[in-house]
């Protein structure tokens, strides 16, 4: 874009920006996005973080939206716990339905935090949170890993949420309800971003 533009840039300059706009932006999707489902997907994937070991949490609904994500370095029930209340903040709201692998710590995490809601664990029903940190593993593998906790937290936070503004579940919807759907998701994003105002 900025190419087409005549503007130069370097790499370091690009990085700079997202770390810079990132969480702005990020921030300004979550309050136009529609109303998120009540049945949440939460999983965990571990992290290879300069030779530790961290856990990357992260919850969707049941369309696939990215709810939130956290990294942190254990994944016990203080862990959980911690998660369940920063997904609590992020969302304004409570689930019916929760939907985990059988880790024993989001059993106990949700008897504190969440008492009312449903929980189901089972193998195979949480697909949809395994699947979706996908682009976060490939966007993993190009950065050659993450350089800190921090940096790690700061990076897939901005990233889950922008990456799911733009990937609806295509194989859902016919091709004319794509089209409408990336032209309005586009639209969101001039608005989020003061492109319109530019053009």
Known sequence: MMAARGVRLSDETVRRWCEKFGKQY???????????????????????INGTTHYLWRAVDQNGVVLDILVQPRRNRF????????????????????????????????????????????????N????????????????????????????????????????????LLSAADFRQLRSQRFRVWNEVTGAAALA
């Open 79 to 126: 862990a959980a716990i911690r998660f369940f209340r920063k997904l609590l903040r992020s969302t304004g709201r409570r689930s019916c339905v929760i939907i985990t692998d059988k880790l024993r710590s989001y059993g106990a995490a949700k008897r504190i935090v969440m008492p009312g809601v449903a929980h189901r664990q089972h193998r195979y029903l949480n």
């Open 26 to 48: 990020a921030a300004g999707l979550r309050r136009r996005r529609v109303r998120i489902g009540d049945k949440w997907h939460l999983d965990e994937v571990f992290l290879k």
């Open 128 to 171: 949809r949170a395994e699947n979706s940190r996908q682009p976060t593993r490939e966007r993993e593998r190009r950065m050659r890993q993450f350089k800190s906790a921090r940096h790690a937290q700061r990076f897939v936070e901005v990233h889950g949420i922008i990456a799911s503004h733009f990937r609806p579940r295509r194989h």
